[in-house]
């Protein structure tokens, strides 16, 4: 099962990110790390697409006078003389990490694994980011940047064989101002999480925290007398009337949700969450919008 | 109902202590994994109710376990009581002839007895009364326990012949077990012998007597052989009120041929009834058999002493006795020979052999050996049958083989010197056998003897002048008889043998005589096969031995002579249980006994196996609740069950479809519904059958045939309706006359059957009439009688005659071609009862004879139905047919 799933991931991605338009994150900083890229840095640089024409002035390459524009100018030489410039072209790395832990592999009644859930969404923001143009990394150590069609395939894999057990992003370096998106159902105790953001936000980097729960765990659906099993090895739990407790259950994950949204604001990053019973495309536009370029 | 193990039921006390523990036990709780079981840790200490089995699960534990504890306490339903004394049970059965109607009754008492036994641990000793089928006589199986005497007891059969009572006798005074319970179950026929045996029975033990079937035993014996009829004999033990009871004729081959019923008075022993059947039937009867439950005593097996008569022709002038028109016997010999074996030769020869009638025309018999040898004959059951004539007339001696005193000379009416006219016969008496016969007007009588009047005359005349003197006088002799006809077998003096009656008057006169078997009389016949308690026909038994052929009439049956069929092809003979006369005694009760009565008593039935079923259920269904409660029986899992029980619970029934959905997809023939139930069956299964044969035969595909009714069904999807006619039918009602005419002038065609009327067997009388009122209104054409001309009879096989159940009759049909149609005829009239000979029952079998029989007869039957079905299908296509000499000649030409 395992050995089929990064194609059919890359694949089921593909086809979902080409419904939507090539995806821009918007680069409000000039770092030194960004490379030449597709995008346009709404400044004058090197890049194919054109800017503007201005004035020759004096000192300027003969070869970069559009001799075309000047001829329709109808002026004297140098003083109807134009010269054609182009906008500077960069790319941005977007760093995905995709929670694997154990937790993440379970479903509930008529639903998906919410680590399917997480794939398909991780890999589909890809698809569109490299469509963009830009160069998406993974966040696990020893993992290098991608670009293209080819990057898309090579990213499932990687996702595919990432098994850490930590359900948190681990430790590495990340590029500076990189924007950095976490999908993972982030039920770790909240000062773990605090403590990792606060490191990303320190590299520095932004972005956004999607949280992927199964509609059973924001219901609880169980009734009677049940012996709850965990899948972390953090023990079991006789209840003796799951219906009795399900509303303090409800507000404890409730009072969970509420301190992830706090400590991601504080990091600067954006919160959502996304139920695995929805349809993927909510999650996709969510981020979508929350990558899009601010005006 | 009894407990076999009433102690087990102490084990319910134990049931409250499984109450308890069951209730403090929860259930198991069902297992859910569950990501976020941090939270759930947190909350755990809310609520902590202890979980309890639900009250209702309880109750289904508890009822289940209750069941399998009464289960194994064994209750017995129906249980008999438990039977006296403590020592080994004395099992004795009567298994003669007479237990065989009431033989599962028996068993199942038998049985009982032994189940009650077993219970109490006891051992059986078995013995059964009669003669086993290989010779052996009755002795006591010793006691042995109840399983293995099953096998014995279920072995044992009811034999052909009666018990051995001084033999059983004789080893139960050997038998000397104290303590001893005897049970006896007798078939209620004393025998002989049968105080001793009581005797013997109960100085055994303590003696408890099953007895007897509530119906009277019943023997039928052989048969009398009248003139015009078999008389069938019957008896019974003495019932107190009248009973009746059915005899069946039938033939070789199964077939019934007549019916007759025996009523019996209260109090008496013995009833007899006629039946009455032609010749030619009663000829091929092999066996007369009682309408109640198989047993030999209710069947008598018929053999040639039944059916073959020879009739030995003797006359007075044997030169010019063949002379044609003129001699004495050529009319005599004209009249028998079709119907039986006649012979001639001088006296000597004849008596040689066997010989059923003797007629002497015109032969006076002088004191003589030749007198004292016929004398002999006649004494012994022969029938002699004498003819006057000159000869006679002119004896000097009187004759003494005479059933009168004759006057001297003879009486001549009309004639040149005469004043009288010649007389007529006056109609006969209806006690003598010639009752029934018509007497034609034209018979004279010109000259004949006279009989000296006596007051003693009237009752030995079978047949009178119409002046009132007698012309056929009779006289029984020791076994036989002598009759007089007064007159010549030859026209000189009547012309009486030039009619049919001369014919019939023989022929009852034969059949009354008693048949005979040819073969020498010591001739010890082997048996060929033999009957079974039950009358069914088996072969020989060890035991049995050969006959000899003059023994039959006095033996008794026996093991060594088991009733049924000895001897070679050509000379078989029939030993009978009714053959040998004796009185059916019913057996007393036996002193000092306790009687029960063999009644259908239910068998026990044991309990145990049910409540285990039931205690099995109970706990099924709990494993299932149980599965539920902790959430491992799932909706899937319980669907794959169902699909896997409900074929099993929901067995389908077998549903009858709605046959006529819509006629016009299939070709399919119609029958007329009558009302009659039993002719629309036949007409049903016939028109199956022959749809049958035509989709065997032909590429046209017929589907079932259909009911219809005019004026309600549309039968315009009929090519061919089938119209049996019952006496009763209604006229017809103005629209089902309309929907007819309509029918048959679309090119339809009606196959109207008065089956059988015109066939003279009279089984459908009256069905002549009942067509003239049923066809008033129709538009039936100008008739003629079918001939091999018609295009019917050249449609698909070449047919020369129209066989159904009966033969010869004229077939109708359309005498003048209608272009219109096809030159089609609309209706076909006819009486050969077709659908009987066309049907096929279930098993594939044709239940109707066909008479007189054979399979050619009923292939020709299927032939003319096929070529009807053409006929209808297909026209005149084949018309040209009839045709073809004309043009084969032409060709020639």
């Given amino acids: 099962m395992a050995a089929d799933r990064p194609a059919i991931t890359a694949r089921q991605a593909e086809a979902f990110a080409s419904r939507l338009p090539p995806l821009l994150v918007a680069a409000e900083r000039v770092a030194a790390t960004v490379a030449q890229g597709l995008h346009g840095r709404r400044r004058v640089g090197q890049g194919d697409s054109f800017w503007q024409f201005r004035h020759y002035v004096a000192g300027d390459a003969l070869n970069r006078v559009d001799w075309r524009q000047s001829a329709k100018s109808g002026q004297p030489a140098s003083a109807g003389w134009f010269v054609r410039e182009t906008e500077w072209e960069a790319a941005q790395t977007v760093c995905l990490w995709r929670d694997s832990s154990p937790s993440m592999h379970w479903r509930g009644d008529g639903t998906v694994e919410k680590q399917e859930r997480a794939g398909l969404l991780a890999l589909a923001l890809a698809a569109l980011l490299l469509r963009g143009g830009e160069r998406v990394m993974p966040i696990h150590p020893g993992a290098r940047p991608v670009v293209g069609r080819l990057g898309l395939e090579r990213l499932a894999l990687a996702l595919e064989t990432d098994r850490d057990n930590a359900g948190l992003p681990p430790d590495t370096p990340l590029p500076r101002h990189a924007t950095v998106v976490l999908i993972g159902d982030f039920l770790s105790p909240l000062p773990d999480i605090e403590a990792t953001m606060a490191r990303l936000a320190a590299t520095p980097a932004r972005g956004y925290v999607l949280q992927i729960l199964d509609p059973a765990e924001t219901a609880l659906p169980y009734r009677g007398r049940t012996r709850f099993r965990g899948l972390e090895n953090d023990g079991e739990a006789i209840v003796p009337r799951v219906e009795s407790i399900r509303d303090d259950y409800r507000h404890a994950l409730e009072a969970h949700r509420a301190g992830l949204a706090a400590i991601c604001a504080a990091a600067g990053f954006g919160f959502g969450v996304h139920l695995t019973d929805r349809p993927p495309e909510t999650a996709l536009l969510a981020l979508y919008a929350a990558l899009a370029p601010t005006r | ?893």
């Fill in chain 2, 1 to 893: 109902m009894i407990l076999v193990f009433p102690w087990a039921l102490a084990a319910l006390a134990g049931l409250p202590l499984l109450w308890w523990l069951l209730r403090v036990t929860p259930p198991t709780p069902r297992t859910e994994t569950f990501p976020a079981l941090r939270f759930l840790l947190n909350l755990r200490a809310t609520e902590e109710t202890p979980a309890r089995t639900p009250w209702w699960l309880l109750a289904l534990r508890l009822s289940a376990a209750a069941l399998a504890i009464l289960a194994l306490a064994h209750p017995v339903l129906d249980a008999g009581s438990a039977l006296p004394g403590d020592g080994p049970v004395l099992l004795t059965i009567d298994n003669g002839w007479a237990s065989a109607p009431g033989w599962s009754r028996r068993l199942a008492a038998a049985n009982d007895v032994l189940d009650r036994a077993e219970r109490a641990g006891r051992k059986v000793a078995l013995l059964a009364t009669a003669v086993n089928r290989a010779g052996n006589s009755p002795a006591i199986v010793a006691p042995m326990p109840v399983p293995d005497l099953r096998a014995r007891l279920a072995a044992l059969r009811p034999e052909a012949w009666p018990e051995s009572r001084p033999v059983a006798t004789a080893a139960l005074r050997g038998w000397s077990h104290p303590g001893t319970t005897t049970i006896y179950i007798g078939d209620g026929l004393a025998g002989d012998g049968f105080p001793a045996f009581a005797e013997a029975l109960a100085a055994t033990g303590a003696v408890t007597q099953i007895c007897c079937d509530p119906t009277p035993i019943r023997v039928l014996r052989t048969p009398l052989a009248e003139a015009d009829r078999l008389v069938v004999r019957l008896s019974q033990t003495p019932q107190p009120v009248a009973t009746q009871v059915g005899v069946l004729a039938q033939s070789g081959d199964g077939r019934i041929l007549s019916r007759a019923t025996i009523g019996i008075a209260a109090g008496e022993a013995a009833g007899t009834a006629g039946i009455v059947l032609p010749t030619e039937l009663r000829n091929i009867l092999t066996k007369l058999v009682l309408d109640a439950p198989p047993s030999v005593g209710s069947m008598v097996l018929l053999d040639e002493r039944w059916r073959r008569r020879p009739v030995g022709l003797l006359s007075g002038d044997p030169i010019a006795a063949d002379a044609p028109f003129a001699g004495t016997l050529f009319y005599l010999n004209r009249a028998l020979g079709p119907y039986g074996e006649v012979r001639t030769g001088d006296a000597k020869t004849l008596l040689e052999r066997q010989l059923a009638v003797l007629i002497l025309a015109d032969r006076p018999l002088p004191d003589g050996a030749e007198r004292t040898a016929i004398a002999e004959w006649v004494a012994k059951g022969g029938l002699l049958i004498r003819f006057a004539g000159p000869r006679m007339a002119a004896a000097e001696a009187p004759d003494k083989l005479l059933p009168v005193r004759l006057l001297g000379g003879d009486r001549q009416l009309g004639g040149a010197l005469s004043w009288s006219k010649p007389t007529g016969l006056a109609p006969f008496a209806p006690n003598a056998p010639f009752a029934g016969l018509i007497v034609p007007s034209e018979i004279a009588i010109e000259r004949q003897v006279l009989a000296e009047p006596d007051a003693g005359l009237p009752e030995h005349t079978w047949a009178t002048l119409t002046d009132g003197t007698p012309l056929v006088t009779q006289a029984p002799l020791g076994a036989g008889r002598v009759v007089l006809f007064h007159t010549t077998a030859n026209a000189d003096w009547s012309n009486l043998p030039l009619s049919g009656l001369f014919v019939d008057m023989l022929r009852r006169l034969t059949a009354m005589s008693a048949g005979v078997t040819t073969g020498a009389e010591a001739t010890v016949l082997a048996p060929v096969e033999t009957l079974d308690g039950f009358g069914a026909r088996t072969p020989p038994p060890l035991s049995a031995i050969g006959l000899a052929a003059n023994a039959f009439a006095v033996t008794p049956v026996s093991a060594q002579h088991p009733p049924g069929l000895y001897g070679p092809e050509s000379n078989r003979q029939a030993l009978n249980l009714g053959s040998a006369p004796g009185e059916l005694a019913p057996t007393p009760p036996i002193p000092g006994s306790r009687q029960e009565p063999l009644t259908d008593t239910p068998p026990e039935k044991s309990l145990a196996p049910a409540l285990i079923v039931a205690a099995f259920v109970l706990l099924a269904i709990d494993t299932i609740v149980s599965l539920m409660l902790r959430g491992l029986w799932r909706a899937r899992l319980s669907a794959a069950a169902l699909a896997l029980l409900l074929p099993i619970l929901l067995a389908p029934p077998a549903r009858a479809l709605d046959i006529v959905a819509n006629p016009a997809l299939a070709t399919r023939l119609g029958y007329i519904a009558t009302g009659n139930e039993e002719i629309d069956g036949i007409a049903r299964s016939g028109l199956s059958g022959l749809s049958d044969f035509v989709n065997r035969h032909t590429s046209a595909t017929l589907v079932q045939p259909d009911a219809v009714e005019p004026g309600t069904t549309d039968l315009s999807f009929y090519p061919l309706l089938y119209w049996p006619i019952v006496v009763d039918a209604p006229k017809l009602d103005p629209a089902q006359i309309a929907a007819l005419n309509d029918y048959m002038s679309r090119g339809g065609i009606v196959l109207i059957d008065t089956r059988g009327s015109g066939s003279g067997a009279g089984f459908a009388p009256g069905t002549e009439n009942a067509l003239r009122r049923i066809t008033q209104g129709l538009n039936i054409p100008v008739l003629a009688p079918l001939t091999a001309e018609h295009v019917l009879s050249r449609s698909f096989y070449l047919l020369t005659d129209f066989p159904g159940r009966f033969v010869g009759e004229a077939v109708w049909a359309q005498r003048d071609q209608d272009r219109a149609n096809d030159s089609v005829s609309p209706v076909i009239i006819g009486g050969n009862d077709w659908a009987a000979a066309w049907a096929v029952d279930a098993a594939g079998r044709n239940p109707y004879a066909v008479i007189p029989g054979g399979q050619r007869q009923r292939t020709m039957a299927y032939r003319f139905g096929l070529n009807l079905v053409m006929y209808a299908l297909t026209g005149n296509y084949k018309g040209d047919q009839v045709h073809i000499p004309a043009i084969l000649q032409r060709l020639g030409q």
